[in-house]
């Protein structure tokens, strides 16, 4: 099975902007997660998506959202972009929210 | 909410050496996952443990969930097990991993 999946790998943005990362769950996968990675605060729990519905949300700003198609396939926007938005996102996958937890490689953010 | 916490915070060996790596977690779990992270920030998966013993190759976890902690050991260490690894547990709604701050290892050889 091909793993899950995340497009782009890097983005380069500049303030103000908005951006739109996507990620393609493994086959079967109906759980979608998303995270946020900086040196500062680590690992952060962005979205949790399970079967197109939103189960939790992370303490984050409402310029964060995400969505997740019938597909399973998800994306998340941040708009109004700020350069503490810098970080590595990374999303994992999972058949059921409970089992494990797969990670694609993640989409390297960088907002000038 | 879930506290995890990990240590060392960092560890030096040489090549050829044992090592033991530590998570704490302050409330009952039923999801422990280690991983470890390459230089690219890909996260692997390594184990899925909430509770017992597995092995894998030179690596082996143990998790003992009454007492709230899970060990990660890594024998015969080589110069490509460095990086950062990191426990994660699923919070209490079954919605989220709560990740330690990591374990960052360098193997010299």
């Known amino acids: 099975k091909a793993g899950v999946t995340q497009t782009p790998r890097y983005l380069i943005k500049t303030r103000g902007q908005q951006v739109t990362l996507s990620c393609s769950p493994i086959?079967?996968?109906?759980?979608v997660s998303w995270y946020q990675q900086t040196p500062g605060q680590g690992l952060q729990f962005l979205f949790e998506?399970?079967?197109?519905?939103?189960?939790n949300k992370g303490n984050f700003p409402g310029r964060f959202s995400g969505r997740q198609f019938s597909n399973s396939r998800s994306e998340m926007n941040v708009s109004t972009l700020e350069l503490g938005d810098s970080a590595l996102y990374l999303c994992a996958s999972s058949f059921l929210p409970d089992s494990t937890q797969y990670f694609g490689p993640g989409t390297r953010l960088t907002v000038l | 909410g879930i506290q995890v916490e990990q240590s060392p915070p960092d560890l030096i060996l040489q090549e050829g050496a044992n090592s033991t790596l530590r998570c704490n977690f302050s409330?009952?779990?039923?999801?422990l996952q280690w991983f470890h992270q390459n230089p690219w920030g890909q996260l692997i998966n390594l184990f899925y443990i909430p509770s017992g013993t597995k092995q894998n190759g030179r690596l082996s976890a143990t998790t003992v969930a009454t007492e709230r902690y899970s060990l990660l050991y890594i024998s015969s260490s080589q110069t490509t097990d460095s990086g950062v690894y990191f426990c994660a547990v699923l919070n209490q709604a079954g919605t989220a991993l709560i990740f330690g701050k990591g374990t960052t290892l360098s193997v010299s050889s």
């Open positions: 998506y399970f079967s197109e519905t939103q189960r």
């Open positions: 409330d009952s779990v039923n999801n």
């Open positions: 086959s079967g996968h109906r759980s």
